[in-house]
Protein backbone atom coordinates (compact mmCIF):
# COMPACT_ATOMS: atom_id res chain seq x y z
CA UNK A 1 0.00 0.00 0.00
CA UNK A 2 1.42 3.38 -0.82
CA UNK A 3 1.48 5.59 2.04
CA UNK A 4 3.60 9.19 2.60
CA UNK A 5 2.87 10.11 6.08
CA UNK A 6 4.09 13.86 7.61
CA UNK A 7 4.83 14.67 10.94
CA UNK A 8 6.35 16.90 13.17
CA UNK A 9 4.13 19.68 12.78
CA UNK A 10 2.74 21.63 15.63
CA UNK A 11 2.67 25.10 17.38
CA UNK A 12 6.21 27.17 18.15
CA UNK A 13 6.96 30.71 18.69
CA UNK A 14 8.47 33.33 16.18
CA UNK A 15 12.05 32.11 15.89
CA UNK A 16 11.90 28.75 17.05
CA UNK A 17 12.61 25.50 15.01
CA UNK A 18 10.37 22.65 13.93
CA UNK A 19 11.65 19.39 11.92
CA UNK A 20 9.11 17.51 9.81
CA UNK A 21 9.44 14.47 9.00
CA UNK A 22 7.86 12.44 5.78
CA UNK A 23 8.03 8.64 5.78
CA UNK A 24 6.99 6.90 2.87
CA UNK A 25 6.05 2.69 2.13
CA UNK A 26 5.21 0.80 -0.57
CA UNK A 27 6.98 2.46 -3.81
CA UNK A 28 10.25 2.91 -4.91
CA UNK A 29 11.27 5.50 -2.58
CA UNK A 30 14.95 6.36 -3.79
CA UNK A 31 13.98 6.79 -7.48
CA UNK A 32 11.57 9.67 -6.67
CA UNK A 33 12.35 13.07 -6.22
CA UNK A 34 10.71 14.48 -2.97
CA UNK A 35 9.02 18.15 -2.68
CA UNK A 36 7.84 20.12 0.26
CA UNK A 37 4.81 22.42 -0.06
CA UNK A 38 3.11 24.42 2.09
CA UNK A 39 -0.44 25.93 1.85
CA UNK A 40 -0.92 28.96 4.30
CA UNK A 41 -4.68 30.17 5.08
CA UNK A 42 -6.92 31.22 2.34
CA UNK A 43 -3.38 30.77 0.02
CA UNK A 44 -2.64 28.94 -3.03
CA UNK A 45 -0.20 25.82 -2.56
CA UNK A 46 3.14 26.65 -2.63
CA UNK A 47 6.66 25.01 -3.17
CA UNK A 48 8.85 25.21 -0.58
CA UNK A 49 12.01 22.84 -1.20
CA UNK A 50 13.16 20.03 -3.63
CA UNK A 51 15.48 17.35 -3.41
CA UNK A 52 16.50 15.25 -6.09
CA UNK A 53 16.98 11.56 -6.28
CA UNK A 54 20.35 11.44 -5.42
CA UNK A 55 20.12 13.64 -2.64
CA UNK A 56 22.77 16.34 -3.99
CA UNK A 57 20.32 18.74 -5.23
CA UNK A 58 18.29 20.58 -3.47
CA UNK A 59 16.57 24.12 -3.98
CA UNK A 60 14.54 26.26 -2.21
CA UNK A 61 11.82 29.25 -2.33
CA UNK A 62 13.39 32.37 -2.15
CA UNK A 63 10.88 33.49 1.43
CA UNK A 64 12.85 30.37 3.07
CA UNK A 65 15.99 30.24 2.17
CA UNK A 66 18.92 30.34 4.35
CA UNK A 67 16.13 29.34 7.27
CA UNK A 68 15.03 25.79 5.80
CA UNK A 69 17.05 22.48 4.75
CA UNK A 70 15.33 19.57 3.28
CA UNK A 71 17.32 15.87 3.51
CA UNK A 72 16.53 12.34 2.90
CA UNK A 73 17.68 9.38 4.00
CA UNK A 74 16.72 6.25 1.38
CA UNK A 75 17.74 3.34 3.81
CA UNK A 76 14.59 4.72 5.98
CA UNK A 77 12.45 5.54 2.84
CA UNK A 78 12.31 9.72 4.95
CA UNK A 79 12.81 12.93 3.66
CA UNK A 80 13.02 15.94 6.34
CA UNK A 81 12.47 19.76 5.92
CA UNK A 82 14.52 21.80 9.79
CA UNK A 83 12.53 24.83 9.81
CA UNK A 84 14.90 27.67 11.34
CA UNK A 85 13.74 30.64 12.44
CA UNK A 86 10.13 30.64 12.15
CA UNK A 87 7.92 33.87 11.40
CA UNK A 88 4.45 33.96 11.51
CA UNK A 89 3.72 34.23 7.58
CA UNK A 90 5.68 30.50 7.74
CA UNK A 91 2.04 29.06 8.95
CA UNK A 92 0.38 26.32 6.67
CA UNK A 93 -0.31 23.09 6.05
CA UNK A 94 2.97 21.60 5.19
CA UNK A 95 2.86 18.46 2.54
CA UNK A 96 5.35 16.62 1.12
CA UNK A 97 5.15 14.89 -2.17
CA UNK A 98 7.03 12.31 -4.21
CA UNK A 99 7.15 12.30 -7.87
CA UNK A 100 9.35 10.70 -11.28
CA UNK A 101 8.82 10.66 -14.61
CA UNK A 102 8.60 6.86 -16.04
CA UNK A 103 8.05 6.29 -19.82
CA UNK A 104 7.47 9.56 -20.55
CA UNK A 105 4.51 9.68 -17.93
CA UNK A 106 3.92 11.51 -14.28
CA UNK A 107 3.85 9.55 -11.35
CA UNK A 108 3.19 11.41 -8.00
CA UNK A 109 2.11 10.20 -4.74
CA UNK A 110 1.10 13.27 -1.51
CA UNK A 111 0.74 12.93 1.83
CA UNK A 112 -1.91 14.05 4.13
CA UNK A 113 -0.28 17.43 5.34
CA UNK A 114 0.92 18.39 9.05
CA UNK A 115 -0.20 21.84 10.43
CA UNK A 116 2.95 23.94 11.73
CA UNK A 117 1.61 27.08 13.25
CA UNK A 118 4.01 30.46 14.25
CA UNK A 119 2.62 32.47 17.02
CA UNK A 120 4.01 35.87 18.03
Do not use: H
Not at 21 to 38: D, E, H, I, K
Not at 80 to 105: G, H, I
Amino acid sequence: QVQLVESGGGLVQTGGSLRLSCAASGFAFSTYAVNWYRQPPGKERELVASIGGTGASTSYAESVKGRFTISRDDAKNAVYLQMNSLKPEDTAVYYCNAERLWKFLPQAYWGQGTQVTVSS
